[in-house]
């Protein structure tokens, strides 16, 4: 079982920088991969990134390459969205997801754990 927990959400301005944080329980972390989605309203939820349990595979939404960045800390049980560059279009809930396997990461019917998601909003 792993449950996470978003934070870092708020309103920032178009142009703005904002890091969202996602903790994890649980002692596997590490041999998870990690991914956020988002939500706008009115909209289906969609892939945003992902990080493999590793650190060293990562990869992105076309929407959000060049502009979001994940990491993660192991030690800390904590995986980041750095947020760049950031647009009124981005605004959304945020959600973490926890992966076994990374094929299936960022794919909504595939992902095993859900976090409650962050709200971040990006203002004109």
């Known amino acids: 079982q792993v449950n996470l927990v978003e934070s870092g959400g708020g309103l920032v301005q178009a142009g703005g920088s904002l890091r969202l944080s996602c903790a994890a329980s649980?002692?596997?972390?590490?041999?998870?991969?990690m991914g956020w989605f988002r939500q706008a309203p009115g909209k289906e939820r969609e892939f945003v990134g992902a990080?493999?349990?590793?650190?060293?595979?990562?990869y992105y939404a076309d929407s959000v390459k060049g502009r979001f960045t994940i990491s993660r800390d192991n030690a800390k049980h904590t995986v980041y969205l750095q947020m760049n560059s950031l647009k009124p279009e981005d605004t959304a809930v945020y959600y973490c997801?926890?992966?076994?396997?990374?094929?299936?990461?960022?794919?909504?019917?595939?992902?095993?754990?859900w976090g409650k998601g962050t709200l971040v909003t990006v203002s004109e």
């Open positions: 997801t926890a992966n076994s396997d990374y094929v299936g990461v960022a794919s909504v019917p595939q992902v095993e754990y």
């Open positions: 649980g002692r596997t972390f590490s041999s998870y991969a």
């Open positions: 990080i493999s349990w590793s650190g060293i595979s990562t």
